[in-house]
T-cell receptor
Framework: DGGITQSPKYLFRKEGQNVTLSCEQN?????MYWYRQDPGQGLRLIYYSQIVNDFQKGDIAEGYSVSREKKESFPLTVTSAQKNPTAFYLC????????????FGPGTRLTVT | GQNIDQPTEMTATEGAIVQINCTYQTSGFNGLFWYQQHAGEAPTFLSY????GLEEKGRFSSFLSRSKGYSYLLLKELQMKDSASYLC??????????FGTGTRLTVIP
């Protein structure tokens, strides 16, 4: 079955630690995205990538880093510089081009204490 | 800047019809998407509109008026499983996708 996987579903970290969230897709999509979702707010774009070894900052990239070494994988690192890291993180992918919708992974809920 | 507005919450009765509105202001327009999201889960794609008019897909329909910067999602024959958040997302002229805050729909018996 084709799809997007994110692991783990729940993640707990102590303040000051970096943490990496995984995202893998086998849909052969060129574009991948990371969003953050907070209660009462819409999805906000952190980073996106349209091609291997290239990625762009979204609206709230500060305190985050990504890599795109393989087409299938787009891991997100939440660094200790991110002031409010506790949130629900969603990874998405899509084909390139205007009409194509994004497909979302199941999300990772990160709690930092 | 980009602005997308949706009502925060709505309640409707099982078997009824509900309309969820979305208004937007963006720099250019390249399409509007509706997604459904159950609590704690991933959003799933419902519909896409790029031209004015109504797109129908079973119990769900979506309407777009580009001149008014307005869309609605219409859900007919409501079922309890339709209780979820509904997200409106607009692709601007630079093909960036912006999401509204979502409308939480509660279906009651």
């Amino acid at each position: 079955d084709g799809g997007i996987t994110q692991s783990p579903k729940y993640l707990f970290r102590k303040e000051g630690q970096n943490v990496t969230l995984s995202c893998e897709q086998n849909l052969n999509h060129d574009a991948m995205y990371w969003y953050r979702q907070d209660p009462g707010q819409g999805l906000r774009l952190i980073y996106y990538s349209q091609i291997v070894n290239d990625f762009q900052k979204g609206d709230i990239a500060e305190g985050y880093s990504v890599s795109r070494e393989k087409k299938e994988s787009f891991p997100l690192t939440v660094t200790s510089a991110q002031k409010n890291p506790t949130a629900f993180y969603l990874c998405a992918s899509s084909m390139l081009g205007v009409p194509y919708e994004q497909y979302f992974g199941p999300g990772t809920r990160l709690t930092v204490t | 800047g980009q602005n997308i507005d949706q009502p925060t919450e709505m309640t409707a009765t099982e078997g009824a019809i509900v309309q969820i509105n979305c208004t937007y202001q963006t720099s250019g327009f390249n399409g509007l998407f509706w997604y459904q999201q159950h609590a704690g889960e991933a959003p799933t794609f419902l519909s896409y509109n790029v031209l004015d008019g109504l797109e129908e897909k079973g119990r769900f329909s979506s309407f777009l008026s580009r001149s008014k910067g307005y869309s609605y999602l219409l859900l007919k024959e409501l079922q309890m499983k339709d209780s979820a958040s509904y997200l409106c997302a607009v692709r601007d002229g630079a093909n960036n996708l912006f999401f509204g805050t979502g409308t939480r729909l509660t279906v009651i018996p």
